[in-house]
């Protein structure tokens, strides 16, 4: 065998020992379980919150549905009042309290930008929430998910302030697409790059136009383009004026599906690392924090060091973001969730039973198809592991008489 | 053989010592040595309770203050990458593959939003290290570079960036972690990163760069970021537009063979100007004795692209001492 100095074993090593520690090798085992006891989510670091989780875990409860958890949930009232995460009901809700009681919970108010539900359990005497103006706890400051629990389920800290939403980082799934690269220019945004066969092309945009309007309204900024866009779905034709060589015409484009590589990619990264939410878009204001979430344990507060309530945890959205709704954007829905003004469509309110078994069943299948994927990988990396070992055992030469 | 292992660990002790007093660095040293201690907290194993959880707090929002200001967005053609400002005149540290060429027009969109100028430099794509200078007029605001051989396992650390790419009112996005791991070519912390987010800085709790976003793995917990002493190891390279993907000489030889005998001489290699020829037997690399080539390959991976490199081989019955200058091997 030859090697070249240096060769492309050079290359290869290095590449090799990022995928070491990237894949899924026996040594990348090691390593994880070694370096979860440094992690900072790691058991003893979580210990430390015990007093902030015993301020709030009395204003914490859990919400089952058909005997699963669904979500958690935040006291907001001493007389049964218990908001949640609206879209993660599925089935009659079931209010499990921080003393042990469960209770059958009635939906009483929805408002579905903020994707928050109240509910209504038959208990008095309970422990509302305590709030906190989320700009209390500034960018870097900690906050726990807390629970019913003596320790907090998770902790991180805050990574971006309240702010408006609507227009996501990564086009929501199932929005429009157009196909092109974009640039600020003077008084819109310019065409840099006009993918192949995409509908930007067929509609007959080219490179260096500059973009002024969508549908009506002016476009500045390369996001309110993007976000016009997004904000439809394929198939609907949108007017597009613009200004190309000095002239400005109008062009009518037919919206096409994002390719699923183009989706792919942003979508694979964001979920290496954990389950996300089904709804984590379109949250008119929202706090951003680094906390590890499971979707499941959304709806409960997120508290400061002090137990106060910040927030309420509305989305896991994406490997490095959870997303709470800031308690000054929730107090003042509160009356009009308890009144009725806010009350469910009956769509969300009732399932058949009928239909709930199928979704049950449905949601089963899907479950069990994904664990005997993972076990079937399982199954052929430890072939594979085996087979290297094998060969390995091979290459050995015999030992001699050495202890 | 007690005796001679704990001769070399003096040694080895007085080298370190003797390092010190270099004079040049021990200003350096003496001003790091007096710069304020970090609060107990924070170099516990773990916090204790919410005194300690406040300590930290207190310092993770001071070092966010500082740190924010100098991340940026850099926008090269379709790429979207971050980056970090370490120069009042604006040299920006990022990742190999978001500068990737050298030479190329880019936007850098600063934490409040406003778009400057700049131009890519160079980049070492084996190890993912890459540089931007900001071409409109300075002053910017900048981070100081730290010293990435000293982290240490389950030190806390600060992550900024721009996941998923910028988002207009989206400051610098702020995520807390501790270092994991780490050797000379990676740091691995669970400070969580995703596309968009690389080239963005990695800092210690006093607010100093010890890293640059790289890659990441499926778990949370494998974040990876190219050391920041690599970058001050490699700095002119970089600064002068450099890309390379590895360290290259241009030889080859029998890897299994028991010494390190050249064979053949790539055309216009650095060996063949530095005049290796074939037959050569390399004994000795940068003044280290070399038995194999695997000790060979070892060495000339911790050197960069135009180091003069002193390299003695034997030739028949001469010993013969060349100069060969390293240079930039292509994609592999």
Redesign the interface.
Known sequence: ????????????A?LL??AL????SPAHGQ??KS??E?????A??L??????AAAARKSAARVLCNGRPAALGTVVGADGWILTKASELKGSPVVKLADGRELPARLVGVEEAFDLAMLKVEARGLTPVVWRDSKEA?????VATVATDEQPLAA?????AA??GV????PPPGSGYLGI?L??AEGGVKI??VAAGSPAEKAGLKVNDVVLAVGGKDVK???ALTGEISLRKPGETVTLRLRRAGEVKEIKAALGKRPADQQA??DL??S???RRSERRYGFPVFL?H?T?LEPEQCGGPLVD?DGKAVGINIARS????SYAIPSEEVRPLLADLKSGKLAPKPTVAAKSPAQEKFEEAKAAVTRAEAEAAAADKKLAEAREALKKAEADLKKEPEKKGQD | MVARHALRIILLALMTASAFFVPGARADEAKSAKSPELPAALVK??????E???A??KQ??S??DKV?PCTVNI?A??AQGSGVIVSADGYVLTAGHVSAEAGRDV?LTLHDGK?VKGKTLGANR??DSGMVKITDAGPWPFAAMGHSADLK??Q?C?TTGH???Y?????P?????????G?D??V?T?C??????SGGPLFDMRGRVVGIHS????????N?HVPVDTFRDTWDPLAKGEVW?????G??????STNCKV?KIGKDSPAEKGGLLPNDVITRFDGKEVKT?GA??TL??KKKPTDQVEVEVQRGDETVTLKLVIGS?KQ?
């Open positions: 065998m030859h090697f070249t100095i240096p060769s492309r074993a050079l290359g290869a290095l020992s990022a520690v990237l894949g899924g390593a994880r370096s979860n440094l992690s900072r989510n790691n003893q670091v210990a430390a919150f015990r007093d902030v500034p960018v870097g400051s900690w991180g800290v805050v990574s971006v702010r408006k227009i996501h980082p990564t690269v640039e600020a840099l790059d900024e390369i996001d990619r942003g990264q964001n290496m690392g954990g951003q680094d590890v060091l994406g490997r490095t973001d | 194993p773990a916090p204790d309770g919410v300690d959880l406040r930290i707090q993770v929002r070092v966010v924010i926008r053609g379709r936007v778009t084996a190890i396992k389950g806390w600060v996941p998923n790419g988002v207009k009112g989206r400051p996005v702020v995520r807390l972690g501790r270092v994991l791991d050797n070519n990676l691995r669970d969580t990163i995703v596309g968009g987010d890659r990441i793995g499926g778990p949370l917990t494998a990876i993907w590895r360290p290259w000489l030889f080859e030889g029998d890897v299994e064979e080539f060979l390959k000339l991976s091997g592999s």
